[in-house]
């Protein structure tokens, strides 16, 4: 079984386009991340949701729009795509903000912008 | 701004070698250090640090951590082939639990 699971794996797409990428966690973790590794495999946190509610918004462009439905999903939303985009998505699931409790890692989606 | 600086950036070593990889830190709020292991897809965990000087350890690979000097190492003793990966660094800075992470180290174990 799957913890945390992304769709799709591979996107590729031209400038401007609007794109979705979903994410499930079936661990039964309240809290659920996006985060952005580039070329250099350098992590980026972009948002955090805990319990359907926004924690955490770095400093992304507001053309990204991260939405909960509910606290198993969080999904990611780009509208009018840019080269600079392209990057390896990843979602993560923890169980609330304790320290004591670990990052799991979703296995990514590949993000190309053409 | 929140920091964690990994070294080297990248390392080559051959089988058996034993390989030391650092990771030093600069936050306004420590709650806890993690180190994580990426092949080709999602990083997964390999340790949670909280208190200095206690080494953790799992089969080859062990870390410790010094919260005065603000850093800790990745230690593998007798490296196979199977360690090649981006090891990353992660500090738990207890804001929303954001992690932040490091630039990683490459390793590359070769025969």
């Known amino acids: 079984d799957t913890a945390v699971s992304q769709t799709p794996k591979y996107l590729v797409t031209q400038m401007g386009n609007d794109k979705s990428i979903k994410c499930e966690q079936n661990?039964?973790?309240?809290?659920m991340y996006w985060y952005k590794q580039d070329s250099k495999k350098f992590l980026k946190i972009m948002f955090s949701?805990?319990?359907?509610?926004?924690?955490i918004n770095e400093t992304v462009p507001n053309r990204f729009s991260p939405k909960s439905p509910d606290k198993a999903h969080l999904n990611l939303h780009i509208n009018s795509l840019e080269l600079g985009d392209s990057a390896v998505y990843f979602c993560?699931?923890?169980?609330?903000?304790?320290?004591?409790?670990?990052?799991?890692f979703g296995a990514g989606s590949r993000l190309t912008v053409l | 701004e929140d920091k964690v600086v990994q070294s080297p950036l990248s390392l080559v070593v051959h089988e058996g070698d034993t390989v030391t990889l650092n990771c030093s830190y600069e936050?306004?709020?420590?709650?806890?250090l993690l180190w994580y292991k990426q092949e080709k897809k999602a990083p997964t965990f390999l340790f949670m640090l909280?208190?200095?000087?206690i080494e953790k350890k799992s089969g080859r690979l062990s870390s410790i951590l010094d919260k005065k000097e603000l850093f800790s190492i990745l230690n593998i003793t007798a490296t196979q082939t199977g360690d090649s990966a981006i090891y990353l660094c992660a500090v738990d800075t207890g804001t929303a639990s954001k992690l932040t992470f490091g630039t990683g180290t490459r390793l590359q174990v070769t025969l």
């Open positions: 909280t208190s200095s000087g």
């Open positions: 949701y805990n319990n359907k509610e926004l924690i």
């Open positions: 661990l039964g973790h309240d809290t």
């Open positions: 993560a699931s923890r169980m609330g903000f304790s320290g004591a409790n670990v990052l799991t």
């Open positions: 936050v306004t709020n420590f709650r806890s």
